[in-house]
C-alpha cells in the first residue's frame, strides 16, 4: 500500500541551528515527492518537490531535499533555522502523470519548534 | 488570477444540519480534490474531479457528497452533520493542464456542535 511516514511528530531546534526533518514513503513506481509547509491558521504553502532528474532539489526560503531511492527517503534540510520556520511540515507522494486523479498521500506532519 | 479560494472561511453547525462547502479555481483546471486536515491525521483525500461532471470517492468520503457542475467550481456537502465531520477542509488544484503539483486553498474550518 502506499504510505508516507513522518517519524518525528514534533521537533525543536534552537534557531541558526541546523535542521532535517525525515520522511520515507512506500509507494509501488517512481513517484512525484512534495514537501508542504503550514503555519498556524494557515493553508499548506508548497516548499519544494521531486519529479526526476537531480536528487538534491532547492525550494523556497532556504530549503533543500535530497532524494534517495535505496532508502526510499526524502528528507528537507535547511543549514540555519530562523524562528519564522515555526510550523508543520507536511510530506506528500504522488501518482505518476498516467495516474492522474488519484491525488497526494500525506505523511502526519512533523511540527517544528524553534528556541531562542 | 486569485488561484484556489475556498468559501466560508469558518462555520458552526448543530449536529443533523446540512451545509455546502465551495471551492473555486480560476485556472480552468480539470483536476480538483477535496481533503479534510486532523490533528495528527494529516491530510486526507475525502473526493476528487477530474474534469466537470466527474466525481470519484477518496479514502474518506462517507458522510459527505460532491459536485462538479461548473468545471471552476466543486461543492462539498455535508447532508447531517455530525460532530466527527469537525475539521479543516481544503480544496486543491494543479496550475496547469499536466502538472502534479497541487495548490491549495485557505482552508475552511468546520465546527460541528
Given amino acids: 500500500a502506499q504510505s508516507v511516514t513522518q517519524p518525528d511528530i514534533h521537533i525543536t531546534v534552537s534557531e541558526g541551528a541546523s535542521l532535517e526533518l525525515r520522511c520515507n514513503y512506500s509507494y509501488g513506481a517512481t513517484p512525484y515527492l512534495f ?25 523556497i526560503k532556504g530549503f533543500e531535499a535530497e532524494f534517495k531511492r535505496s ?3 526524502f528528507n528537507l534540510r535547511k543549514p540555519s533555522v530562523h524562528w519564522s520556520d515555526a510550523a508543520e511540515y507536511f510530506c ?11 491525488a497526494l498521500i500525506f505523511g502526519k506532519g512533523t511540527t517544528l519548534s524553534v528556541s531562542s | ?7 466560508p472561511k469558518f462555520r458552526v453547525l448543530k449536529t443533523g444540519q446540512s451545509m455546502t462547502l465551495l471551492c473555486a479555481q480560476d485556472m480552468n483546471h480539470e483536476y480538483m480534490y477535496w481533503y479534510r486536515q486532523d490533528p495528527g491525521m494529516g491530510l486526507r483525500l475525502i473526493h476528487y474531479s477530474v474534469g466537470e461532471g466527474t466525481t470519484a470517492k477518496g479514502e474518506v ?13 466543486f461543492l462539498l456537502g455535508l447532508e447531517s452533520a455530525a460532530p466527527s465531520q469537525t475539521s479543516v477542509y481544503f480544496c486543491a488544484s494543479p ?13 475552511t474550518r468546520l465546527l460541528v456542535l
Fill in chain 1, 35 to 59: 514537501w508542504y509547509v503550514q503555519s498556524p491558521g494557515q493553508g499548506l504553502q508548497l516548499l519544494l518537490k521531486y519529479f526526476s532528474g537531480d536528487t538534491l532539489v532547492q525550494g
Fill in chain 1, 71 to 73: 532508502q526510499s527517503s
Fill in chain 1, 92 to 102: 506528500a507522494v504522488g501518482p505518476s502523470f498516467n495516474q492522474a486523479g488519484t
Fill in chain 2, 1 to 7: 488570477n486569485a488561484g484556489v479560494t475556498q468559501t
Fill in chain 2, 61 to 73: 468520503p462517507d458522510g459527505y457528497n460532491v459536485s462538479r457542475l461548473k468545471k471552476q467550481n
Fill in chain 2, 95 to 107: 496550475r496547469s493542464s499536466g502538472e502534479e503539483t497541487q495548490y491549495f486553498g485557505p482552508g
